[in-house]
């Protein structure tokens, strides 16, 4: 490395990407626990069955998912998979937060652990999958990011048509699991290529997540 390069890494330089990540995870966190409050509230607000989507897993990703796109203009996929396990975690603790401190309590601490567990997977998971759909080299990038966030709320579908029996909720869940890539993918063929992947995603994840959680809630 010459001279000149070695003086323009100045102590300032080196120090300022560390610096926006940590500002990026903040906000993140940040807007986590506002969104984690969301839900709650969101739970007493919405009538019926419908209260389940509040804190489904489907749409609590969807919060990580968002941060990674929103981080992917500027920052790298490193940091949007830190800044998906902040909104997460953020959102668990605004979530269980105001439902200690704003409702009756949180109760036991096995499903605040469990979800905070789920948090520091999901959270890099789904950063990563939004930062490929805005700014994928490739089209397989965009498309595995797209067809895992569908993916979840066909699991959701699959889980309030076998479990809940729930079916007007079943038929949002699985409209948005086709409004994903119909709306955010690119082309034509990236839809048909992200609709056809997220059946098995889905599958995968009911598979992954949904059936063994029933056994912990029974």
Known sequence: MSVSA???RTPASLTEPRTATVTAVAAATAGGLL????????????PGAWNQLANSGSVWAACAFATGALLAR??????????GV???????MGYYGY???GR?????????LLWLGMACVA???????????????????????????????????LMYTWDLRYMPQATVCFAVFALVPLL??????????????????????????ELPLRSVSA
């Open 184 to 209: 955010l993918a690119r082309t034509h063929r990236e839809r048909a290529l992200t609709l056809a992947a997220a059946a098995p995603c889905a599958l995968l994840a009911y598979a992954i997540i």
């Open 123 to 157: 959270g890099p998971l789904f950063g990563v999958a939004g930062h490929w759909w805005r700014r994928g080299k490739d089209g397989r990038r965009r498309i595995a990011g797209l067809a895992a966030f569908a993916g979840l709320f066909g699991m959701e579908g």
């Open 104 to 112: 009756d309590g949180m109760g036991a601490l096995l499903f605040p």
């Open 35 to 46: 969104f984690g409050v969301l839900t709650n509230l969101a739970q007493g607000w919405l």
């Open 86 to 92: 902040g909104a997460e975690v953020g959102l668990v």
């Open 6 to 8: 070695e003086k323009t």
């Open 74 to 83: 500027r920052g790298t996929l490193s940091r949007a998979a830190v800044g």
């Open 99 to 101: 439902a200690e401190f």
